[in-house]
């Protein structure tokens, strides 16, 4: 699963943060709103795949999964659409193209996630692993709002955990990219690892939005937000999937 994008840190002249209270409001309402829409349209989009698209998310699933490089392929050109979505978003010109980013990035994140929805069912069968979802979009919201809500409440700034991040996420792509070499499996463990890492982006990036986008860059915030739930999510899954077994 390729990793949600860090915000750039860098001083932006007129960033949320240099804005009056009403202005900051505004714009948290929009990227919020707009993240609202974003997870809407996935879970729509994923479940509409499975449910009218069988076939072919199948034979998907089965290539994708086929062999080692073929989930490497599947993960690169994953993660070059995910690269486009975000620059589409941060568009200075055009609100089109914002909103045609972050489309790109939902529609891309319900593609990828078909290949373990199929695997859950081939392990679990169709009702259980309509439990397992359920309970791993639950678990998944619970963090992010209760992450959420620690920034807003404290008002603590978190952007001293981007090193940290950047670090810790190119260790666990390391990791990844040995488990396709040498064929080993990720387990529960790296699992619970990697929940922790997003849960550390949810920090971080609650606090960027709060502090460092532009005004009209709500979907891009947005955006950064949806791609970091994604990857919780499909980290929450695999985990119940592991316990279950």
């Given at each position: 699963?390729?990793?949600?994008?860090?915000?750039?840190?860098?001083?932006?002249?007129?960033?949320?943060?240099?804005?009056?209270?009403?202005?900051?409001?505004?714009?948290?309402?929009?990227?919020?709103?707009?993240?609202?829409?974003?997870?809407?349209?996935?879970?729509a989009?994923?479940?509409?795949?499975?449910?009218?698209?069988?076939?072919?998310?199948?034979?998907?699933?089965?290539?994708?999964?086929?062999?080692?490089?073929?989930w490497?392929?599947?993960?690169?050109?994953?993660?070059?659409?995910?690269?486009?979505?975000?620059?589409?978003?941060?568009?200075?010109?055009?609100?089109?193209?914002?909103?045609?980013?972050?489309?790109?990035?939902?529609?891309?994140?319900?593609?990828?996630?078909?290949?373990?929805?199929?695997?859950?069912?081939?392990?679990?069968?169709?009702?259980?692993?309509?439990k397992l979802?359920?309970?791993?979009?639950?678990?998944?919201?619970?963090?992010?709002?209760?992450?959420?809500?620690?920034?807003f409440?404290?008002?603590k700034?978190?952007s001293?955990?981007r090193?940290?991040?950047?670090?810790?996420?190119?260790?666990?792509?390391?990791?990844?990219?040995?488990?396709?070499?040498?064929?080993?499996?990720?387990?529960?463990?790296?699992?619970?690892?990697?929940?922790?890492?997003?849960?550390?982006?949810?920090?971080?990036?609650?606090?960027?939005?709060m502090?460092?986008?532009?005004p009209?860059?709500?979907?891009?915030?947005?955006?950064?937000?949806?791609?970091?739930i994604?990857?919780?999510?499909?980290?929450?899954?695999?985990?119940?999937?592991s316990?279950?077994?």
């Amino acid at each position: 699963m390729a990793f949600a994008a860090m915000a750039d840190r860098r001083p932006i002249p007129g960033a949320v943060a240099t804005l009056g209270v009403s202005q900051r409001v505004s714009f948290l309402r929009r990227t919020y709103a707009h993240l609202g829409v974003a997870l809407l349209a996935f879970a729509a989009i994923t479940a509409g795949m499975m449910r009218f698209m069988p076939e072919t998310s199948l034979k998907f699933a089965e290539w994708a999964l086929k062999g080692r490089w073929n989930w490497a392929l599947v993960l690169i050109a994953f993660m070059i659409v995910g690269y486009v979505a975000e620059r589409m978003a941060r568009s200075n010109t055009s609100r089109t193209v914002q909103y045609g980013g972050l489309g790109l990035a939902v529609v891309a994140e319900a593609i990828l996630l078909q290949p373990l929805l199929w695997v859950a069912i081939y392990r679990f069968g169709p009702a259980e692993s309509d439990k397992l979802i359920l309970n791993a979009a639950l678990i998944t919201m619970t963090i992010f709002v209760g992450l959420t809500a620690t920034v807003f409440l404290t008002k603590k700034d978190f952007s001293f955990l981007r090193g940290i991040l950047t670090v810790m996420s190119f260790a666990a792509l390391g990791v990844i990219l040995a488990s396709m070499i040498f064929g080993f499996a990720l387990g529960a463990i790296f699992c619970g690892a990697m929940i922790a890492l997003m849960a550390g982006y949810i920090l971080y990036q609650t606090s960027s939005v709060m502090k460092d986008f532009p005004p009209t860059h709500h979907v891009a915030a947005a955006l950064m937000l949806f791609a970091t739930i994604a990857t919780l999510f499909w980290y929450v899954l695999q985990l119940l999937m592991s316990l279950r077994e």
